[in-house]
């Protein structure tokens, strides 16, 4: 079983910035991209940023410049630095991990959620 573990959601103000973790625990073989996603009130769930195994990176149009990500392969640990958070950032943040087992097979594991809360 995979199992993924988040942290670092909160309140903020606007301007201010949240580091977001997710780890990967249990049996794999390999890890392959790793997502954030966020979903806020009434909206649909978006992806936010990407990063693949070997460190390329893909973001929203709405968080270049002010959101990166990044990993620690060694940890399985994909981060989210936010920065210049506004309060359209407000939303459950949400990290997807895709690996592979021992088996062979593919696997794609979702985060239960941290809130980010950035007030005005």
């Known amino acids: 079983q995979v199992q993924l573990v988040e942290s670092g959601g909160g309140l903020v103000q606007t301007g201010g910035s949240l580091r977001l973790s997710c780890a990967a625990s249990g049996r794999f073989r390999s890890i392959g991209d790793m997502d954030w996603y966020r979903q806020a009130p009434g909206k649909q769930r978006e992806l936010v940023a990407t990063?693949?195994?070997?460190?390329?990176?893909t973001y929203a149009d709405s968080v270049k410049g002010r959101f990166t990500i990044s990993r620690d392969n060694a940890k399985n640990t994909v981060y989210l630095q936010m920065n210049n958070l506004k309060p359209e950032d407000t939303a459950v943040y949400y990290c997807?991990?895709?690996?592979?087992?021992?088996?062979?097979?593919?696997?794609?594991?979702w985060g239960s959620g941290t809130q980010v809360t950035v007030s005005s």
């Open positions: 990063i693949t195994r070997y460190g390329g990176t």
């Open positions: 997807k991990v895709q690996g592979a087992d021992w088996y062979g097979s593919s696997f794609v594991r």
